[in-house]
């Protein structure tokens, strides 16, 4: 079965930091390629960081040395740590995995999706 539940968004400041974190079913944590995804209101949803199945890692330039993808196999979980948040980082966030396209951040290219987790961040 596949499943995806993100969680940890929330309020903050300008600076603060936020962690997200992604249960996956055991099915899906398996996958080539996980990672996540941000869609702020009025814009298209973009690609911030991905996590092959190998532990290799991208990022969006925007984010680069900003935000830290990991997972964790003991718990089929995956995280995104947020260091830093600017108001532009104000956006709805998901987590996606299973693609035929490994290591690609372009979201039309994955098959799973969970429902988001919002994050707002204030000046």
């Known amino acids: 079965q596949v499943q995806l539940v993100e969680s940890g968004g929330g309020s903050v400041q300008a600076g603060g930091s936020l962690r997200l974190s992604c249960a996956l079913s055991p099915l899906t944590y398996s996958s080539n390629c996980m990672g996540w995804f941000r869609q702020a209101p009025g814009k298209e949803r973009e690609g911030v960081a991905i996590i092959e199945e190998d532990g290799d890692t991208r990022y969006a330039d925007s984010v680069k040395g900003q935000f830290a993808v990991s997972k964790d196999h003991a718990k089929n979980t995956m995280y995104q740590q947020m260091n830093s948040l600017k108001p532009e980082d104000t956006a709805m966030y998901y987590c996606?995995?299973?693609?035929?396209?490994?290591?690609?951040?372009?979201?039309?290219?994955?098959?799973?999706w969970g429902r988001g987790t919002q994050v707002t961040v204030s000046s």
């Open positions: 996606a995995a299973d693609t035929d396209d490994v290591g690609s951040l372009n979201p039309a290219v994955y098959y799973s």
